[in-house]
């Protein structure tokens, strides 16, 4: 492929990408990511991957596509906006969320004890992984309908790649304090996917300068500590591991502790980021909440049998915590209420 065929596939594909409603698009070199695996290695020494075993197998895998796709020569990374402008209908407890959610308090029944729980906002609507994963097989069809020998490999989130990493290096936005991706226009309500091809292209190589300046907001209001310094995670302390990743019975004492009334998943450290104040509305009708999939019911939820909870959560994100999680999360913010 000519010089100018590769800019003229660059600018359909980035065109076509608009179209299927993705919000951000860059287009970077398939190769290994040499300082930020470097990183990666430090985190895992450090045990702060928690209960995520995965995140420590072969760390060279994590950080070059071209061993889980050997013959990818770009990386066709996208972000989708999430945000949805609905609020929690349950207030924080401690204060230290930043940004007051309460539209009416319906946090306390008439016995005192909490009745709903807080859902992270990227899980309310449909499954990230289908929407991002359909939109990433229609922009790889197109490619193919228009040069038959691209082959390509599609990742959103569970495959092993470093999802931020690359939107940092495709020029999408930067990496914040909490450790999530920030764009100029979405804050970080993101969702992030690639798209490793084996055809050549023109490259983006402008990153977005960091940001976060001298602001401290994320590592301050997390409840548990679990932003142990700048652009640092302890998983074992986050409230989003413990509430989703986690498989054990209970929710270890120190997280339990301070919940702050969230079920599932957190976005305190996002919710208090001044990029995220002004964030868009998204335009993808799938990512509009389910019914009960901003506060849950925690009676409801503890009602639930197998076969109620498949039919409630398929297609959810939500159904990564499994159905043993999400009763134990509901038993630990009536415990603690």
């Known amino acids: 492929m000519s010089s100018r065929e590769n800019v003229s596939l660059t600018t359909q594909i980035k065109a076509r990408a608009v179209e299927l409603g993705f919000d951000k698009i860059g287009i970077v070199r398939a190769e290994a990511l040499t300082e930020e695996r470097e990183r990666l290695e430090e ?11 995965y995140m420590a197998r072969d760390p060279e895998q994590r950080s070059d596509p071209r061993k889980i796709f050997p013959v990818a020569k770009s990386v066709i990374v996208v972000a989708l906006n999430y945000y949805t402008p609905h609020q929690h209908s ?9 940004v007051n959610h309460a539209t009416t308090d319906n946090r306390a029944s ?16 449909d499954d990230y992984h289908d929407v991002v994963g359909e939109k990433l097989r229609d922009l790889l069809a197109g490619i193919k309908a228009e ?11 569970i495959q092993p790649t470093m999802d931020k990493a690359w939107a940092v290096r495709a020029g999408l936005g930067w990496l914040g304090k909490h450790t999530n991706v ?15 091809l084996n055809l050549k292209l023109d490259y983006d190589d402008q990153e977005i ?5 001298s602001c401290t907001l994320c590592i ?4 548990t500590g679990a932003i142990v310094g700048p652009y640092v995670l302890d998983a074992n302390l986050c409230i989003s591991h413990a509430t989703i990743e986690s498989r054990t019975p209970e929710i270890r004492e120190d997280v339990a502790a301070n919940l702050e009334g969230w079920f599932y998943g957190c976005d305190i450290c996002q919710d208090v980021c001044p990029w995220n104040h002004a964030a868009k509305t998204t335009s993808e009708s799938r990512l509009e909440p389910r019914a009960g999939n901003i506060d849950a019911s925690l009676d409801q939820i503890l009602e639930l049998d197998q076969e109620k909870y498949a039919n409630r959560f398929r297609g959810s994100a939500m159904k990564r915590a499994k159905l043993s999680g999400l009763q134990r999360n509901a038993r630990a913010l009536l415990t603690s209420s």
Do not use: N
Not at 43 to 53: A, D, I, K, S, V
Not at 182 to 196: D, K, R
Not at 220 to 223: F, H, L, Q, S, V
């Open 110 to 125: 008439e016995s005192g004890a909490q009745s709903t729980g807080k859902v992270s906002r990227y899980a309310w609507g």
């Open 90 to 98: 349950v207030s924080t407890g401690s204060g230290r969320d930043r």
């Open 43 to 53: 985190w895992l020494r450090r045990g702060y991957y928690g209960e995520m075993p």
């Open 147 to 157: 040069y038959p020998e691209a082959e390509g490999k599609i990742c959103v989130d």
């Open 182 to 196: 920030i764009t100029h226009e979405f804050g970080s309500w993101i969702f992030i996917g690639e798209l490793l």
């Open 209 to 213: 300068a960091d940001q976060c300046g």
């Open 220 to 223: 301050d209001a997390c409840p």
